[in-house]
């Protein structure tokens, strides 16, 4: 059961007028919470040291924006790709070992359905803080319901007793902006889901967070077990050591072989190169323009019909 808050904050030049509807939830947040002037939001956890907390972080691996991406029969060519944790996952692997720093015994264990061969993804993620890293393999995922089908068996078998306290993803994947496989996950595991998450307190008596909308802040109140979608904002990811490197390479990725099958409900059948160049053609007339739309396929109708007239 959870608690809405808003705050709607517009400005106009030099003034600004904002309003809450916490007074009507019977809810205070803290004053530090609060955004003001474009103010990063303090992210303090408060919670009882001796809480230890189980999280886990569920990765993707996307394009590198500096690869060569080229295409071979209507599909992506990977073989100039070098492949990068998703930035938005990013974002969930940092909250999740700055909860662990914060609160001692927490554990974070993240998930990847990719083939053993991404291990370097997993890798970087020990290298970040992380305690266990899962490789999810199968058969190739096609679509996110699959994804999110075998994230939900593999999180299942090694929280065979309760599920994590945490869930964390990304906001969604930036290769193909795909965002529906967090709240499948949590409608698989049968838990509650937030998503676009921007900042984010835990207590002894649940969650306290907040994601921007259209018309201003709003403020949510939950209980774990939870599905949380990271933001941009809702930290600062930290870079990796090479200490922290090199003793993440001593550390043994697991494997889970995930049997779980399904149709898929979305099929990429196709994918073509973006067109930058455009071309450029200069008529002399107005009847020169309108023969070459018609001859394109452009306004054919309406020629036709001025000619029957």
Request: hydrophobic share 45%.
């Amino acid at each position: 059961m959870y608690t809405l808050n808003y705050i709607a904050i517009a400005s106009s030049r030099n003034q600004e007028r904002s309003f809450s509807l916490c007074s009507c939830f019977g809810f205070a947040m803290p004053e530090p919470f609060f955004l003001k002037n474009g103010a990063t939001v303090d992210q303090l956890l408060w919670m009882n040291t001796a809480t230890q907390l189980h999280i886990a972080v569920c990765l993707c691996q996307v394009p590198d924006t500096a690869s060569v991406i080229g295409f071979v029969d209507g599909a992506i060519d990977f073989s100039r790709v070098h492949e990068v944790i998703n930035p938005y996952d990013e974002y969930a692997l940092e909250e999740a070992v700055r909860i662990k720093e914060r609160f001692e015994g927490s554990r974070v264990m993240v998930f990847n359905v990719a083939p053993l061969l991404a291990k370097e993804l997993l890798q970087k993620a020990l290298a970040l803080g992380a305690d266990r890293a899962v490789a999810v393999s199968g058969s190739e995922p096609s679509d996110p319901f699959l994804i999110a089908l075998r994230l939900s068996e593999a999180i299942a078998a090694f929280y065979p007793e309760v599920l994590p306290d945490l869930v964390f993803c990304g906001k969604h994947s930036a290769d193909f902006q795909s965002g529906q496989v967090a709240l499948m996950l949590a409608e698989l595991l049968g838990i509650e889901a937030v998503t676009a998450v921007t900042a984010l307190r835990v207590s002894e008596e649940g969650l306290e967070l907040q994601r921007e909308i259209e018309c201003g802040i709003e403020y949510l109140e939950l209980r774990s077990p939870v599905v949380l979608t990271a933001e941009k904002g809702l930290n600062v990811p930290r870079k990796t050591s090479i200490k922290a490197v090199m003793e993440a390479r001593k550390k043994t990725i697991e494997s889970f072989q995930s049997t779980a099958t399904s149709s898929p409900y979305v099929l990429m059948s196709d994918t073509q190169p973006l067109e930058r160049k455009k071309k450029c053609r200069f008529v002399s007339d107005e009847k020169e323009l309108l023969r070459l739309l018609s001859s394109e396929g452009i306004f054919s109708d309406r020629v036709d019909n001025k000619n029957k007239a």
